[in-house]
């Protein structure tokens, strides 16, 4: 019979156990989902939809191995980026020339915006100077609510 | 049967030609019989393509393996639907498809509109036999589908016919695959009839918005085929690849995603040029770039010039459609800034709270959303030709970058139709969307409660239940009036008003139709993956759901043989389904591949992946998703359509309607009579 401190004992192990066991498949997770699998598929690693690639179950079994080992996820992905170049990673690292990569989206958006903000203002200064005529907006109003009424009734 | 295909793309090409320059000599001189002659060309070049086309259809089913294409794409086993597949299945095959398609656009777009807008016809078929004559060209001289197996032996020259071909690629042996190309390349096509019609309007100088009537229900088809296209590829992706989701961000998608993109721009602005004749210049350059996109995409999806960066000078066909881009840009370019004058627009705006800025704000942000595509796609080929340095840009940097735009896009498809033209009051704006809002935030939080904790999808939830509110109330408050005027139940005055203005029920329904569909989008951040090894008896437990394997059989087909899995499902400890995940290996061409299960339910869809055997050959390897909302896609996807149809049927004016309330009033006043007190 074990004592309760052996349970206790046992009990932690097998949480730290699961702990770690489900901490590593996390890492590989995040490792795999920041690769891109060069069989020419161009999904990433996890996610190749040629069965018989010859290049992911390599990569997927080399990533597992260096989790276990203890590397951590900058590790692993500096170490598959010096080996087969920033072409296996899913998104091009935020730096240096890169950036623009990033950037040019957002940049094209926020000119955008100044561009439509300029034709809306330019628009604007089209509007007729003339005030409308208040005695033509007065018969109006009453027809609305003359047929507002008569809907009202129907 | 080769030399007749042959014979017929060769003469199709002369006769294209001759199409171009009688439609140009037509303009030039107004000669009536020449323009005729051009429109009966048309016609020639449609029944020459169409007998290329049954020829290589004819020659995939005699299974003539003497042809290059045949012996390549096609195998004795193969199904015969498959057979006809294959005729889109390589490069020479589907462009003659994309050739034969856009005859059958011309010559219809042609003999349609010949006798109401006369005036634009030889230019309408010049530009778009042009095109078509660059299509016929690659038919012809750059991806010859008819070309034979040749072998050379002591100086002599014989044809080789393999005992049998290599098959067609297993990713492509699904049905989705059979419809899914050719609504792809409807979408495609179509685009170079309002092309063709704009340039004609500008190289006429055709006053008003004669080109945008005449081309706006071709648009409205063409749109709606490009929408089919797109989403039937997205299924495609779900059932076929095994990876769980639906769109990759790969360049084949965006490539069918970018005309998507400045094709809806265009069908909202070209109201502004129909309502307050704004926008001339916009529009013209709009559909323009529609066009270019979608000859754009199939050169960087045919070219080999995105899958390797090194492949353009081997392609064959790059450099006729960069020659072809190219030129027709600058032609394009040249003739709408030499034609600035005449498309000078009544550009004024009432006010900032209005339809007209509204639209503004929706094509800025469908053309951003173009534009982060277009560079996403086109930078790995920047930072090469800039640092010499190859990269990837993949599914994360597609989503970081499109995600916000899409949620800014899905508020405006809310806001934008309920925004009176030129002018709109505070008071009705508060009318209109505050129960929308609150409808939104109500349901936002709902889902907080019950777990959505990601900002992404929530904001989706907010938005897209705000939309689909906002929608609700518009056809609440018309029926409403409907039946204040009539005697019929609200689904009877819901469908009189869609009657009434197809094209702006047809458009909201569309929009309902967004909104769905986002909502599916956004269940994929909450999918669940996980993989096992099973054996017969074996289970696993993967969310509510408990999987245990039934058996594993081998099956042996002309065309393949298998492993099939047979997996029980059950919820709550209750037999919900058996799902049977299959891993192929197809014999022609000895390339395996999986045929996933799905079970789809409202809520989730359960998807299994039979990805191989383990190494002792003893347990089967199945990766399982539980991938939630996904039906929603496609629900999404039909209401889009829906809408799309019923946009395209003429609206029926009030008075019309009259006669039938006056016989139904009638019949229900004799029933009444009828009663015996």
Redesign the interface.
């Known amino acids: 019979m074990l004592s309760r401190s052996s349970l206790w004992a046992v009990l932690s192990a097998v949480l730290l156990a699961a702990g770690l066991a489900a901490q590593t498949v996390d890492s590989y997770k995040r490792v795999a989902d920041k690769i891109v699998c060069q069989c020419g598929c161009n999904y990433p690693l996890d996610t190749c939809p040629h069965t018989d690639c010859p290049w992911a179950p390599k990569i997927r079994t080399s990533i597992r191995e260096q989790v276990a080992a203890g590397k951590n996820e900058q590790e692993i992905l500096a170490g598959l980026v010096a080996q087969f170049g920033q072409v296996i990673l899913a998104a091009p690292p935020p730096e240096g020339f890169n950036l623009v990569g990033w950037i040019m989206p957002f940049a094209a958006l926020v000119l955008g915006i100044w561009i439509v903000r300029r034709i809306v203002l330019v628009w604007r200064a089209h509007r007729p100077e003339r005030p409308a005529d208040s005695a033509l907006v007065a018969r109006y109003r009453e027809t609305i609510e003359k047929e507002l009424k008569r809907l009202e009734e129907v | 049967m080769e030399l007749v295909g042959n014979f017929a793309l060769l003469l199709a090409f002369c006769v294209c030609a001759y199409a171009v320059l009688a439609a140009l000599l037509a303009a030039r001189t107004n000669h009536p019989l020449l323009l005729e002659s051009a429109e009966r060309a048309t016609v020639a070049v449609n029944v020459l393509l169409l007998v290329a086309t049954g020829c290589l259809v004819a020659l995939l089913f005699a299974d003539d393996f003497r042809i290059a294409y045949v012996a390549q794409h096609s195998n004795r086993a193969l199904p015969g639907f498959y057979k006809f597949a294959a005729l889109w299945g390589g490069q020479e095959g589907s462009l003659l498809w994309w050739s034969c398609l856009l005859s059958v656009f011309i010559m219809l777009a042609v003999r349609l509109n010949r006798h109401a807008h006369r005036h634009l016809m030889p230019f309408v078929i010049a530009v778009a036999m042009t095109v078509q004559l660059f299509f016929l060209l690659l038919n012809n001289f750059a991806a010859h589908p008819f070309q034979l197996l040749a072998f050379t032996e002591g100086g002599r020259t014989g044809v080789f016919a393999p005992a049998d071909g290599g098959g067609l690629n297993p990713?492509l042996q699904h049905p989705v695959m059979v419809i899914h190309p050719p609504m792809l390349y409807l979408g495609y096509v179509g685009f170079t009839v309002p092309f063709a019609f704009a340039m004609a309007a500008l190289l006429t100088r055709s006053k008003g918005e004669q080109w945008i009537h005449v081309t706006r229900r071709w648009t409205m088809i063409t749109w709606g085929f490009l929408t089919v296209g797109i989403l039937l590829g997205a299924r495609w992706a779900y059932a076929?690849?095994?990876?769980?989701?639906y769109w990759?961000w790969?360049?084949v998608e965006n490539a069918s995603l970018m005309p998507w993109l400045t094709g809806t721009a265009f069908l909202h602005s070209v109201m502004m040029q129909e309502k307050r004749g704004m926008l001339k210049v916009w529009n013209m350059t709009l559909i323009f770039a529609t066009f270019f996109l979608c000859i754009f995409g199939t050169f960087l999806t045919r070219s080999g010039v995105l899958?390797?960066v090194h492949a353009f000078a081997e392609s064959p066909i790059g450099p006729y459609f960069a020659t072809f881009i190219v030129i027709g840009l600058f032609a394009s370019t040249a003739v709408l800034l030499s034609r600035l004058d005449f498309l000078k627009s009544e550009?004024?705006?009432?006010s900032?709270l209005s339809r007209e800025?509204s639209f503004?704000?929706n094509n800025?942000i469908l053309?951003?959303s173009c534009?982060?595509v277009l560079?996403?796609t086109l930078?790995p080929l920047?930072?090469e030709a800039?640092?010499g340095?190859?990269?990837?840009?993949?599914?994360?940097?597609f989503n970081?970058?499109n995600v916000p735009?899409a949620l800014f896009l899905l508020f405006l498809t809310g806001v934008g139709p309920l925004l009176a033209w030129r002018r709109t009051s505070v008071e009705s704006l508060n009318r209109n969307f505050t129960r929308p809002l609150l409808v939104g935030a109500v349901v936002a939080a709902v889902s907080f409660v019950l777990g959505v904790r990601k900002i992404y999808p929530l904001m989706t939830v907010f938005l897209g239940v705000f939309v689909v509110a906002t929608i609700a109330m518009e056809f609440y408050r018309g029926a409403r009036?409907l039946r204040?005027?009539s005697d019929r139940g609200w689904l009877a005055a819901a469908v009189a008003l869609t009657r009434r203005n197809t094209r702006r029920y047809g458009g909201y329904i569309i929009h309902f139709g967004i909104a769905v569909l986002f909502i599916g989008i956004s269940g994929s951040a909450f999918s669940v993956e996980q993989k096992a090894e099973m054996q017969i008896g074996s289970e696993t437990q993967v969310g509510n759901y408990r999987f245990v394997c039934g058996g594993l059989r081998p099956t042996d087909t002309e065309n393949y043989f298998a492993y099939r899995a047979q997996i029980d499902v059950y919820d709550k400890g209750r037999l919900l389904t058996t799902m049977y995940p299959e891993?192929r290996t197809y014999k022609a061409s000895q390339?395996?591949?999986?045929l996933v299960a799905i079970r789809p339910r409202l809520r989730e869809d359960i998807y299994l992946v039979f990805?191989?055997m383990t190494d002792d050959g003893q347990r089967a390897v199945m990766q399982i998703f539980i991938n939630p909302l996904v039906t929603w896609i496609w629900i999404g996807g039909f209401i889009v359509v829906l809408g799309t149809l019923i946009a395209l049927v003429p609206s029926v004016p009030p008075q019309s309607l009259a006669p039938q309330r006056r016989i139904r009033r009638a019949a229900a006043e004799k029933e009444r009579d009828a009663v015996p007190i």
């Open positions: 990713l076929v690849l095994g990876w769980g989701g990759g790969d360049p899958s390797s550009n004024q705006l009432d900032l800025s503004l704000f800025l053309l951003a534009f982060a560079w996403g930078f920047i930072s800039v640092r340095v190859q990269i990837t840009v993949g599914a994360p940097y970081k970058v735009i009036v204040q005027k891993r390339q395996p591949t999986t990805t191989g």
